[in-house]
């Protein structure tokens, strides 16, 4: 008698395993970077460059002009380096640039909102800004230059 439990038993273990193996499966999900939108992280030479922006904020060696900004989510914000010294626009706060909430697996520090180097004079970097909100930015080559990008619906 304790032979047919056990082959019962047994029976049922190969059948319910057998069932959940063969059983259609939903394939995990699978994470996929969103496509980063026209003009994020762009940089290049203003005299080369025929690219639109909407918006412009110009280092002049002292300052970012405007410092301050308030622009609609999706704005393309171009940042000129008008000075004669090198300069790193990236977010807030120094030196980790993780005030921005966009971040991609190919950004060299905290977000997005990187331009991930030293802008030659002349040179650009060219930022959408696709979130709500207040995001403060700096040179991060010279923190004391700072600005604020404020961006509305």
């Known amino acids: 008698m304790n032979k047919w439990i056990l082959v019962v038993v047994g029976a049922a273990v190969v059948g ?24 994020m992280g762009v940089v290049g030479a203003a005299e080369d460059d025929t690219d639109p922006f909407d918006i412009e904020t110009v280092f002049d060696g002292e300052k970012f002009t405007p410092s301050e900004l308030t622009i609609k989510k999706g704005t393309r914000v171009r940042f000129y380096n008008g000075s004669t010294i090198g300069i790193w626009p990236a ?58 990008i404020t961006v509305t619906e």
């Open 16 to 39: 319910a395993a057998g069932f959940f193996y063969f059983s259609p499966q939903e394939p995990a999900p699978v994470y996929q970077e969103q496509e980063e939108a026209p003009g």
């Open 91 to 148: 977010s807030g706060v120094h030196p980790t640039h993780t005030l921005y909430p966009e971040k991609q697996s190919t950004d060299c520090l905290g977000s997005s909102f990187d331009s991930c180097g030293n802008l030659n004079p002349g040179d650009f970097f060219d930022f959408t800004f696709n979130y709500t909100g207040q995001w403060r930015y700096h040179d991060h080559s010279h923190a004391y230059y700072t600005g604020v």
